[in-house]
């Protein structure tokens, strides 16, 4: 069983910048994809107490997302409207080659005093790979693609003449000029064995879906092992979508409403596409393998990580899975702007005062 570091857990938030939330549901949500929608909840967050927001790239709609702004320029405009929070950009392998993300967010790190970091993603929508032109490769050809990308980058932005020879990429004795002042982390998304494999080779952080403290501590420990064997070290970030209110009552009375209003055929739709998705790989299973009907109205399966009740059950449960061994928890919300705001004020606390008791439990057993 993982066992938690010393470090406080990190808090993220899911940048709304796709229409229609991070549910598919037709609930209500008090939640826009505008730029100024945005910037002020950016600047609620970093307020808050949260370390990063994650941006996400979409090149069509698919089960929801009618609008999607791009990922790299959004999170620079909210870079630009912050001043501590870090904001990490996606970047898909196809649209982008490494030569253009690396010299484009060395710039971006340049102007924002080092605050971005990239979410590289591997892809799960085919129709969208096939909208845009661009070749839908095997799963696991896509994870080595993309374990190619992240050693590009890496070389680029702390290399002179940087030489390599990959399936995919080539570079010859290329400098980037200048580097940027600091060399930005690299997240991953993905649960599969490629995903953990790469993860456990080339990336800063793991980005796995919503899950209990058991399954994180599986995925955990496999990933920590191999890591290890590699000489290679890589932090956990979990999804939750979070809802936290007054009573749990009402916080579940949340949850029910947003399952009843789900639109079927596009939860089953999506459902469909990501299993897909991940039966291509030779193990047959990914990211969605065991998600249910209720699961996948939330697309990173956040309701499994179960931040739903009062502030201090969700605390609780937080702390959980930071002894899971969970780093960083990524959050969606219902209502973003509200919802973030009394995260901050009603539940990090209490996740710090936790903290600083387990801290000072183990600390006695010494
Ligand atoms: C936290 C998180 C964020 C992700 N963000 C995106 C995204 O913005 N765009 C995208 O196309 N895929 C995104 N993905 C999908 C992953 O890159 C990957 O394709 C998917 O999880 C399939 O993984 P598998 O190999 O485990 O089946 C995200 C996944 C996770 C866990």
Known sequence: ????????????????????????????????????????????????????????IRFTAGYGADEQHESVAFSHDLLAATTTLKVIAAILPGPWNPAL??????????LTNGRVAINLVSGWFRGEFHAIGEH????????????????????????????????????????????????????????????????SRVSDWYFTNGNTPAEIAKQVDDIRAKAKANNHSVKVGVNAFAIVRETEEEAKAVLAEIIVKANPEAVNAFGHEVKNAGKASPEGEGNWAKSSFDDL?????????????????????????????????????????????????????LVRELEGADQAASLAAE
């Open 297 to 349: 109205v939330q697309y990173n399966d956040g309701f499994r990580s179960n931040l739903i009740g009062t502030p201090r059950q969700v605390a609780e449960r937080i702390v959980d899975l930071k002894r899971a061994g969970a780093d960083l928890i990524l959050l969606g919300f219902l209502h973003f702007q509200e919802e973030v705001e009394y995260f901050g004020k009603h539940v990090i606390p």
């Open 136 to 199: 839908w490769l095997d799963h696991d050809e896509r994870y080595r693609r993309s374990e190619e990308f992240i050693r590009a980058l890496r070389g680029i932005w702390t290399e002179d003449s940087f030489t390599f020879r990959g399936d995919f990429y080539r570079f010859n004795q290329y400098s980037l000029k200048p580097k940027p002042p600091q060399v930005p982390e690299i997240f991953q998304g993905g649960s599969s064995r490629a995903a953990r494999d790469m993860a």
């Open 101 to 110: 993300a690396a010299k484009q967010l060395a710039t971006i790190s340049y």
């Open 1 to 56: 069983m993982a066992h938690a570091g010393t470090d406080a857990v990190k808090f993220a938030y899911w940048v709304p910048n796709v229409s229609g939330g991070l549910v598919i549901s037709n609930i209500e949500q008090r939640t826009n994809h505008s730029a100024e929608y945005n910037r002020k909840l950016a600047q609620i967050a970093e307020k808050a107490g949260f370390d990063y927001a994650l941006s996400q």
